[in-house]
Antibody, heavy 120, light 107 residues
Framework: EVQLVESGGGLVQPGGSLRLSCAAS????????MSWVRQAPGKGLEWVSL???????FYADSVKGRFTISRDNSKNTVYLQMNSLRAEDTAVYYC??????????????WGQGTLVTVSS | DIQMTQSPSSVSASVGDRVTITCQAS??????LAWYQQKPGKAPKLLIY???SLQSGVPARFSGSGSGTDFTLTISSLQPEDFATYYC?????????FGGGTTVEIK
């Protein structure tokens, strides 16, 4: 059974940093495409970032230059390093597996989410 | 960027009703489209991929159709557990984008 467990969320001041973790079981992160998707309170879904199995990374324009996706194969964990945080980054952040085999980039497994609140 | 426009933003329906949600892409995406269901406080759940393929374990009352720029999600006979918010997502190109969501409410 695939499980994705996010952690690392919390309250941070504007301009601050936070690192989110997504610990995977039932799948190997180095062999999969993994993404972060966020949802601001009461709003819709927004794709944030993706890392390919080969290591290539992609970002939404809203986070490019501020967020970095990475993975630790030994820990089977994906990370999202978030710097220069803004109030508009406040959201629940979900880790998701990108099921490329279905055609295109879409998400078949999701974690439960971790809440990031950017506020002074 | 490809914009995804869903309609309606909300719909009130009764158990047993047929419900149709539409999603329009700002440019052609062939059939690179997915549909998700999300219940309050929960992660989204994949329902449909490649515009019309049913994800394993999803009831057959859910179906998807369309190609190019116009897509539809249909629930043939609404069940109590189907009251939720539904999102489309284009899987064609970066940045990946979602529709604004359609909330299916109890009438």
């Amino acid at each position: 059974e695939v499980q994705l467990v996010e952690s690392g969320g919390g309250l941070v001041q504007p301009g601050g940093s936070l690192r989110l973790s997504c610990a995977a079981s039932g799948l190997t992160v180095r062999s999969n495409f993994m993404s972060w998707v966020r949802q601001a309170p009461g709003k819709g879904l927004e794709w944030v970032s993706l890392i390919y199995s080969g290591g290539s990374t992609f970002y939404a324009d809203s986070v490019k230059g501020r967020f970095t996706i990475s993975r630790d194969n030994s820990k089977n964990t994906v990370y999202l390093q978030m710097n220069s945080l803004r109030a508009e980054d406040t959201a629940v952040y979900y880790c998701a597996r990108d099921q490329r085999d279905y055609g295109g980039n879409l998400f078949d497994y999701w974690g439960q989410g971790t809440l990031v609140t950017v506020s002074s | 960027d490809i914009q995804m426009t869903q309609s309606p933003s909300s719909v009130s329906a009764s158990v047993g009703d047929r419900v149709t949600i539409t999603c329009q892409a700002s440019q052609g995406i062939t059939t690179w489209l997915a549909w998700y269901q999300q219940k309050p406080g929960k992660a989204p759940k994949l329902l449909i991929y490649a515009a019309s393929s049913l994800q394993s374990g999803v009831p057959a009352r859910f179906s998807g159709s369309g190609s190019g720029t116009d897509f539809t999600l249909t629930i043939s006979s609404l069940q109590p557990e189907d009251f939720a918010t539904y999102y489309c997502q284009q899987a064609n190109s970066f940045p990946l984008t979602f529709g604004g969501g359609t909330t299916v409410e109890i009438k």
